[in-house]
């Protein structure tokens, strides 16, 4: 199985400043089609998991462009240019080139 | 607009199954896959398979082979998840999602079902 870790697990952000969340796979997440596929979630509190970044770098349908997604190979990340109070929540990487699609453990971003 | 919607909580005993179902609307659900991922508490998510919407062809987590069976029906535009044998450790929110499966992403989820296993 792909292994999915995140850094860091907990970041505290103050609204206004930039966040930045690291995300590495086990192997290579290079499909063959040339794309990475790699995605980003947020779990905001007492919701379901919403997708924001696709393919390693392309924003979902109606995601802020606050938000970024950028990496190759084995490392991504998401940036966040000017982080808001609705952004507190858990992020998570997500890989899906290869069965079983596995998941990070998330990082939960909160207000300082 | 495209919108998931689960079934309810479900209270289980040690040994059960459960029938989650996840009714979608505002697309086709013939032209994207469903995917099945949970969450037990203070844990990571957890991707147990998917289903296709076109041909009905179900692929699971070797984690979950033995004991997952996901279903669809066209006419409802409902897909089913069915977990058996069920362990405390099943214990969970339970979620769908709509697969791209060209894009590989998760774009759209339901509201979660809660499966609680207890005796």
């Not at chain 1, 998401?78 to 858990?90: K, P």
């Not at chain 2, 609307?25 to 990571?44: E, F, H, K, M, T």
Request: include cysteine; aromatic fraction near 12%.
């Amino acid at each position: 199985d792909i292994v999915m870790t995140q850094s860091p697990l907990s970041l505290p952000v103050t609204p206004g400043e930039p966040a930045s969340i690291s995300c590495r796979s086990s192997q290579s997440l290079l499909h063959s089609n040339g794309y990475y596929f790699l995605n980003w979630y947020l779990q905001k509190p007492g919701q379901s998991p919403q997708l924001l970044i696709f393919l390693g770098s392309s924003r979902a349908s109606g995601v802020p462009d606050r938000f970024s997604g950028s990496g190759s190979g084995t490392d991504f990340t998401l940036q966040i240019s000017r982080v808001e109070a609705d952004d507190v929540g858990v992020y998570y990487c997500m890989q899906a080139l290869q069965s079983p699609f596995t998941f990070g453990p998330g990082t939960r971003v909160d207000i300082k | 607009q495209v919108q998931l919607v689960q079934s309810g909580l479900e209270v289980k005993k040690p040994g059960a199954s459960v029938k989650v179902s996840c009714t979608a609307s505002g697309y086709n659900i013939d032209s994207y896959g469903l995917s099945w991922v949970r969450q037990a508490p203070g844990q990571r998510l957890e991707w147990m398979g998917w289903i296709s919407g076109y041909n009905g062809d179900a692929h699971y987590a070797q984690k979950f082979q033995d004991r997952v069976s996901m279903t669809t029906d066209i006419s409802t535009s409902t897909a089913y998840m069915e977990l058996s044998h069920l362990r405390s450790d099943d214990t969970a929110v339970y979620y769908c999602a709509r697969y791209d499966t060209l894009e590989g992403m998760f774009d759209r989820w339901g509201q979660g079902t809660l499966v609680t296993v207890s005796s």
